[in-house]
């Protein structure tokens, strides 16, 4: 009658939803069945591993007090031990510490008693764990080692997954790295069997920084591209991490365009989370990469913010970053008395850092001074002591006082001694460091001259190019128009003849005009000079605009114009779009023959407004489609022996990525060519 009515109780319990999920509910009621014997204390430890299992520590506490009553009275020393470990495990989780060490302790002595050595190690990997969590790391090794290798031969996943992940955050903050990414590797295997999508990540994570701090940025660069491809749905807290960071690795390669993408996104999703670390991280990793590209003022802007970040969190490491860069970046504006400034201050940081243990660059610690035998347990040999009243006759006293007395005037003498040394030498260190300090000041202006050097060099180098195409290409078209009014004033044409040459007069005028305007561009673009206004403009009416330049030399040399544009708007400069269509329209023009065709087009995709010229001339391979856009000249002569300065593809691929767009081409040989530019349809958020 009395397990009926706990049956029909227990079943008020199912319908009121007490129970969690059918494996507890099932052993619930087995549970309810048993008599008070060793099998009931059974299922109750493994109702309570269920418990533990869901965080529900209040229900499990109850089946242990219970247990425990039942165990002690039948005398069951494996479910006291049992029992005991997992009110350790709660106590461990509610950080309840002195609780917990207290009951692993107790469980421990009892499976030690019953040889039950899996017992053991899974105490010992608890322990580990919690004296890891503490700081305590050498003792914590010390635990997580001795539980290892029996929990490997059980194959027992779910505590070696703990147990790894234990050793390997351990190794990590001794700084011993490569047992760090070898524990993290174990527990990334282990994770996986388990499915444990969570500690995946983490290990990804880990092994992504550690691989960075050793330099191997190829290494690091793919684990944190793991983590991303685990997370394939837009997830702020994890992109928030991994974006700065990856993108700060692809910047130790100098790959500017993916460094780029990685931080841009990394800092748009920090400042909408408001997420100051990562802000930091990405703000501190874009001012070096604008840096690199010579873009000092948004450089400097980025760089002041980041500092004001790290002051207000008090990341020390990122602080001296943004001295180091700083001190470089007044250093290329000639701003000595300021880089001096950070250089100083960048030194007391380190200096700090590096007193109070700090590692500052890959600094290491002595791990000889560490413990991590595995006798952990055994109890240290008592020392001898002697008593108080042993030996202790009044004439030892005295000898005893005689020579602290003796000990106190030397240290005194000795004091002495030291302060007129310190004083002594205190000129000598102020007459050093104002050696020092006009050293560092000398340093920093040899660095500012040799990238002034640089810059002048690259300057120099567009003046040359500059002149070389004027001399040759312009000289040529110029020389040409010369020629033929020379010609008119001499009287030496006839009408007949003076008709036959105005096309080519024509000619030579468009490609001198066309030529003179991709030089200007491209000098300006040299001289980093180039600033988008962008505005909303009608597509069409540039078209419009530019078809009517070419229209004559279209009909001269018999190629037809099929015009598709249609009425819509994209945000850009107009003046530079203008200079796009305008070289591509020459281009199409250039390298057609008579009997092609060039058509225009517009349309819309992915809410971008997208821009095609197309023709059916000669083509271009591919290994000169690769040449194409390239910052260095790259020309062929056109169908009628048209010459080029090969600056025109490059100007419009810079115009365009001003402009928040992008620009490709698909060509056969002999089939034709078509160029796209694809442009932002209104502006950007901030």
């Known amino acids: 009658m009395r397990k009926i009515i706990t049956l029909i109780i227990f079943i008020c319990f199912l319908k009121s939803g007490f129970s969690q999920n059918s494996d507890i509910d099932a052993l619930s009621i087995q549970l309810a069945f048993q008599n008070a014997d060793t099998l009931k204390v059974n299922t109750s430890i493994k109702l309570i591993e269920k418990l533990y299992e869901i965080n529900d520590f209040e229900r499990a506490l109850k089946y242990i007090i219970e247990s425990e009553k039942l165990s002690y009275k039948l005398d069951y020393k494996k479910g006291i031990a049992e029992i005991t470990y997992y009110k350790a495990l709660i106590y461990a989780q509610k950080n309840d510490y ?11 002595d009892i499976f030690n008693e019953l040889k039950n050595l899996l017992g053991v190690a899974k105490v010992n ?70 499915n444990d999508k969570k500690g995946i990540d983490i290990s990804n994570s880990r092994l992504a920084e550690l691989y960075s701090m050793k330099k191997e940025h190829r290494k690091s660069i793919d684990y944190y591209e793991k983590v991303l491809a685990n997370n394939p749905t837009n997830n702020d807290s994890i992109q928030s991490v991994i974006y700065p960071k990856l993108g700060g690795e692809y910047l130790q390669f100098n790959d500017y365009d993916n460094a780029t993408k990685y931080l841009e996104q990394g800092l748009n999703v920090n400042r909408r989370m408001n997420n100051k670390d990562g802000l930091l991280t990405a703000l501190i990793n874009l001012g070096n990469l604008n840096l690199q590209q010579n873009k000092l003022a948004i450089a400097e802007i980025q760089l002041m913010e980041a500092g004001d970040i790290a002051e207000d969190i008090n990341n020390k490491m990122e602080l001296l970053r943004h001295y180091k860069l700083m001190k470089t970046l007044d250093s290329i504006r000639n701003r000595f008395d300021k880089a001096f400034v950070w250089q100083r201050k960048y030194y007391d940081l380190k200096s700090s850092l590096t007193k109070n243990n700090v590692s500052v660059d890959d600094g290491s610690v002595e791990r000889s001074e560490l413990d991590l035998s ?9 020392q001898n002591t002697i008593t108080g009243n042993e030996g202790k006759t009044k004439k030892d006293f005295d000898r005893l006082q005689l020579i602290f007395y003796a000990l106190l005037a030397a240290l005194a003498i000795v004091s002495t001694f030291l302060i007129l040394i310190y004083l002594k030498r205190n000129s000598s260190l102020k007459y050093a460091q104002e050696l020092e300090e006009k050293n560092i000041k000398i340093e920093l202006q040899n660095e500012a001259f040799q990238e002034q050097t640089k810059h002048l060099e690259n300057v120099n180098n567009v003046k040359d190019k500059l002149f070389s195409i004027i001399s ?24 007949a003849e003076f008709d036959n040459l105005i096309p080519e007069l024509s000619e030579n005028a468009n490609n001198a005009s066309l030529l003179l305007f991709n030089l200007l561009n491209w000098s300006k673009s040299q001289m980093q000079s180039l600033k988008p206004n962008p505005s909303l403009f009608d597509v069409q009416e540039v078209f419009e605009d530019k078809v009517r330049l070419v229209e004559q030399r279209l009909e001269s040399k018999g190629i037809e114009l099929v015009d598709h544009s249609l009425r819509d708007f994209a945000y850009a400069d107009r003046s530079m779009i203008e200079i796009v269509i305008q070289n591509l329209l020459a281009n199409a023009l250039k390298f057609s023959k008579k009997g092609d065709k060039i058509t225009i087009s517009n349309h819309i995709s992915n809410g971008h407004c997208i821009i095609s010229v197309a023709d059916t001339g000669i083509g271009i391979s591919r290994q000169n489609i690769e040449k194409l856009f390239k910052s260095n000249s790259f020309t062929t002569v056109g169908t009628n022996n048209e010459k080029g300065t090969g600056l025109g593809l490059s100007i419009c691929k810079e115009l365009v990525e001003l402009n928040g767009g992008k620009i490709w081409v698909e060509s056969t040989v002999n089939v034709g060519s078509t160029f796209y530019v694809q442009l932002p349809k209104s502006k950007p958020a901030a």
């Open 125 to 194: 990997n608890s322990i580990g764990l919690i004296e890891i969590k503490r700081g305590n790391y050498a003792k914590g090794l010390q635990y997580s080692l001795s539980a290892i290798k029996e929990l490997e031969k059980r194959g027992l996943e779910k505590e070696l997954r703990s147990a790894y992940s234990n050793l390997a955050k351990a190794y990590y903050n001794i700084k011993d790295y490569d047992k760090s990414i070898e524990f993290y590797l174990k527990a990334l295997q282990s994770q996986e069997k388990l």
């Open 472 to 495: 040759h290409d312009l000289k040529d078209s110029l020389s040409s128009i010369n020629s033929f009014i020379d010609l008119l004033k001499d009287g030496s044409l006839t009408r």
């Open 374 to 382: 595995l006798n952990f347990d055994k109890n240290p040999p008592e």
């Open 98 to 108: 002195i609780n917990a060490m207290n009951e692993y302790a107790k469980s421990k």
